[in-house]
């Protein structure tokens, strides 16, 4: 008996192995082939960022669990606000978690830009961007983005920019780098699995937001076309 449970037990690791390749094989396929169908819409460098009428700013926390600013959440920001001020955008959707009173990410970008000099009239809060997807299709379906620029880092680009195309969203990647020395590799490596799970999201299961609400569709007038202040009368 012990010769053929030995047989068994070979066929089955030999099973479980092939089982391991396959899978492998698979995540590997399915990230490079995110990656393939999104990284000509990319710009690297802020200058050369695509022109478009809305930029849509994904929310994170403004601190790292050991209590140091968050580079992703800085070079957002930074980003955010220099493509307002090059006129690459004409509008800024922020859209992050709000799920306590107490964890409020929308408002803490609106502080931090304003600190920048970013004119209120020129940004639109989203409370409830849960996720990339919930951004996405609440850019879409509330605020009536047709056309936008997704603004944060690069590794989360791709991803960003495949869900937009599922959701029917007209959409460029503009990465903003984090120093390098502040980076958060395993974050960036939860990435290939969250570009997997998305495919799921998109292709089988039928994700939809957690909530969207009413219409609000944004009022984006191109800076070329505000009227002028008044000039006072004078006698």
């Known amino acids: 008996m012990l010769p053929l449970q030995w ?17 492998g ?32 700013v994904f929310g ?26 090059r006129q690459l955008v004409n509008h800024l ?7 306590t009173r107490f964890y409020n990410e929308p408002v803490t970008m609106w502080r931090d830009l304003r600190a920048r000099k970013v004119s209120e009239a020129d940004m639109t809060l989203d409370y ?6 919930d951004t996405l299709a609440r850019a879409r ?25 599922a959701l029917g969203l007209e959409a460029t990647g503009c990465a903003v780098s984090a120093d ?12 290939w699995v969250a570009r997997v799970t998305m495919l799921g999201d998109v292709y089988l299961w039928g994700r939809q937001p957690y909530f969207l609400g009413p219409r609000e569709p944004l009022q984006v007038v191109p800076p070329d076309q ?10």
């Open 25 to 56: 094989l698979l995540f590997v396929a399915a990230n490079l082939w995110v990656l393939s169908r999104t990284q000509g819409r990319i710009e690297h460098h802020l200058t050369q960022c695509t022109k478009q009428p809305v930029g849509i």
């Open 93 to 99: 959707l922020l859209s992050g978690d709000n799920r």
């Open 60 to 85: 994170t926390s403004n601190w790292t669990r050991a209590g140091g600013r968050n580079p992703y959440f800085e070079a957002r920001m930074q980003g955010a606000a220099q493509l307002i001020d």
């Open 7 to 23: 047989k068994w037990l070979k066929v089955l690791l030999m099973v479980l192995g092939a089982g391991v390749v396959i899978a």
């Open 141 to 165: 379906e509330v605020f009536g983005v047709e056309q936008a620029m997704l603004v944060t880092q690069s590794w989360h680009l791709p991803r960003a920019l495949f869900i937009a195309d």
């Open 180 to 191: 390098q020395r502040s980076r958060d590799w395993r974050l960036e490596a939860r990435e």
């Open 226 to 235: 505000l009227m002028p202040p008044a000039v006072p009368a004078t006698d």
């Open 128 to 133: 409830a961007g849960f996720s990339t997807f």
